[in-house]
């Protein structure tokens, strides 16, 4: 990638990964929900799924380039499904204690990362614009690819500490803001679906 794309594309990290998505919803509600210890907990789910992500994506972009892009549009169903599947828990678990965050884990955060399809479609988008044009090396998509750790853990974990500090003014608004963050969810796999 030259050199002269990277203002370009650090505004398109900060661009894409710090608006809201699935990731930072999700970040944020069990932050608000459930405090600042278990959501790091579910925070190193993300990260971890966001990792496993990146590598796949490094190597198929390298394997299969530009050809990919049709097919990986599929994967959003799936994200989808999972999307509204935690608004639904987050709907339905509202008086559940904070002891009892089984909604809140490493693995559910892992599992969002993973299907989490504003994140795959961002990743093909970066390597297929910035680097595939000039380089079809995978050590340069490789080169690429910790920037987009900004968008991804780096985003997360500030929606994550803004809900740590949000927390200690909504709690007597607990309901009223799990349902807000259903609705946000669910909101979010509407649009997903869509694009």
């Keep these: 990638m030259p050199i002269y794309l990277l203002p370009s594309l650090l505004l398109a990290i900060i661009v894409v ?19 600042r210890r278990k959501a790091r907990k579910m925070w190193r789910g993300l990260c971890t799924g966001f990792c496993i992500d990146l590598v796949l994506m490094v190597l198929l972009t390298h394997l299969l380039g530009e050809m990919m892009g049709h ?14 599947w935690l608004a ?3 709907l339905r678990y509202q008086g559940v204690d904070d002891a009892e965050a089984k909604d809140c884990t490493f693995t559910s955060g892992m599992l969002m990362q993973l299907t989490n ?4 479609l961002f990743e093909l988008t970066v390597f297929s614009t910035y680097v595939l044009p000039y380089s079809e090396r995978l050590l340069d998509l490789f080169l690429v690819a910790p920037l987009l750790l900004i968008a991804g853990p780096g ?4 929606w994550l500490y803004a809900g740590a ?28 679906f869509f694009i």
């Design 155 to 158: 985003a997360n974990f500030a």
């Design 17 to 35: 990964g710090y608006t809201p998505g699935p990731a930072n919803l999700y970040a944020l509600a069990c932050c608000l929900k459930y405090g």
């Design 117 to 120: 399809a504003k994140m795959l």
């Design 71 to 84: 097919y990986v549009i599929y994967l959003k169903y799936i994200g989808v499904a999972y999307i509204l």
């Design 165 to 192: 500090y949000l927390r200690r003014f909504l709690h007597k608004y607990r309901k009223q803001v799990d349902l807000v963050m259903a609705i946000l969810l669910a909101a979010c796999a509407i649009y997903i």
């Design 88 to 90: 639904w828990k987050m």
